[in-house]
Nanobody, 117 residues
């Protein structure tokens, strides 16, 4: 059973940085996409950034130029580097793993990111 464990959330002032990491508890399937979603109070969950097994990335316009996503296949880990954080980035961030061959999604429990003004 594949499980995702997140770390790196916390409280930071506007303009600061945080680094989120997500590690799969079991081996990563060959064809997949890993990424981060977020959900702010009163809003729907939205995609922040994702990275496919081939290395292609997808970054939301709202964080383009500020956030960077990367992965380490040997460690089964995806990392989201968040710079120049804004109060509107405040949300619960969820790691996601998409197993493309079976159209299956796996979710982490979520980690809180709070950005003060």
């Amino acid at each position: 059973q594949l499980r995702l464990v997140e770390s790196g959330g916390g409280l930071v002032q506007a303009g600061g940085s945080l680094r989120l990491s997500c590690t799969a508890s079991r081996i990563i399937f060959s064809l997949n996409v890993m990424g981060w979603y977020r959900q702010a109070p009163g809003k729907q969950r939205e995609l922040v950034a994702s990275i496919a097994s081939a290395g292609n990335t997808n970054i939301a316009d709202s964080v383009k130029g500020r956030f960077t996503i990367s992965r380490d296949n040997a460690k089964n880990t995806v990392t989201l580097q968040m710079n120049s954080l804004k109060p509107e980035d405040t949300a619960v961030y969820y790691c996601n793993y998409y197993r493309a061959t079976r159209n299956e999604y796996y979710w982490g429990q979520g980690t809180q990111v709070t950005v003060s003004s």
